[in-house]
């Protein structure tokens, strides 16, 4: 009972190195989402998706691009790291308004 | 104003205690709202929906104001393992779900 995956879980990232995370969910769902969250800054909307070969910009999306070639897979790619982008990234996805979130993914860029 | 608003915290309260918190939405025409929990390190779940009428589910009680534009968690009997961060969330519909920034609980024993 799988739901959504997110690949790798810890990463540590000289700055500009690049880097993409994996988000993989079995649930069929058409909207996927991609978020990071800061202390005191709650979870902030990066790229979202709302099928299989479309992507919208959220509300941070300088920085980072996203894929959505195949239906159960969004693709947050970061092209060159800075050490603002450390944080934790949460993948979701949703159904009828409800959201399942993954495990996150933590990000540090030295 | 912000889309989502939530008091930050932290509520520090006595177990068995009934605590309840707001969150404030500015768009009127959103659809669907929700609470969401989470713990320290851990993803978001799903905690209940929040219907028109008001819903209950054990404990938990939510309630939507859409005239004043707000949705209310009230928990009563606090247990200890109802301390977590308890995120609003509101769907304005069109696939952009927005967060509030949560509300951190502390249940003292």
């Known amino acids: 009972n799988a739901g959504v995956t997110q690949t790798p879980k810890f990463r540590v990232l000289k700055t500009g190195q690049s880097m993409t995370l994996l988000c993989a969910q079995d649930?069929?769902?058409?909207?996927m989402y991609w978020y990071r969250q800061d202390p005191g800054m709650g979870l902030r909307l990066i790229h979202y998706?709302?099928?299989?070969?479309?992507?919208a910009k959220g509300e941070v999306p300088d920085g980072y691009n996203v894929s959505r070639l195949k239906k159960q897979n969004f693709l947050l790619g970061l092209e060159s790291a800075a050490p603002s982008q450390t944080s934790v990234y949460f993948c979701?996805?949703?159904?009828?308004?409800?959201?399942?979130f993954g495990e996150g993914s933590w990000l540090t860029v030295v | 104003r912000k889309e989502v608003e939530q008091d930050p915290g932290p509520f520090n309260v006595p177990e068995g205690a009934t605590v309840a918190f707001n969150c404030t939405y500015s768009?009127?025409?959103?659809?669907?709202f929700f609470w969401y929990r989470q713990d320290c390190r851990k993803e978001p779940k799903l905690l209940m929906s929040?219907?028109?009428s008001g819903n209950e589910d054990g404990r938990f009680t939510a309630q939507l104001n859409r005239a004043s534009q707000y949705i209310s968690l009230l928990i009563r009997d606090s247990k200890l393992s109802d301390s977590a961060t308890y995120l609003c969330?509101?769907?304005?519909?069109?696939?952009?779900?927005?967060f509030g920034k949560g509300t951190r609980l502390h249940i003292l024993p």
């Open positions: 979701a996805s949703s159904y009828e308004d409800t959201i399942y």
């Open positions: 649930m069929n769902h058409e909207y």
């Open positions: 998706s709302v099928g299989e070969g479309t992507t």
């Open positions: 768009n009127s025409a959103s659809q669907s």
């Open positions: 929040v219907y028109s």
């Open positions: 969330v509101v769907n304005p519909s069109g696939g952009k779900i927005i």
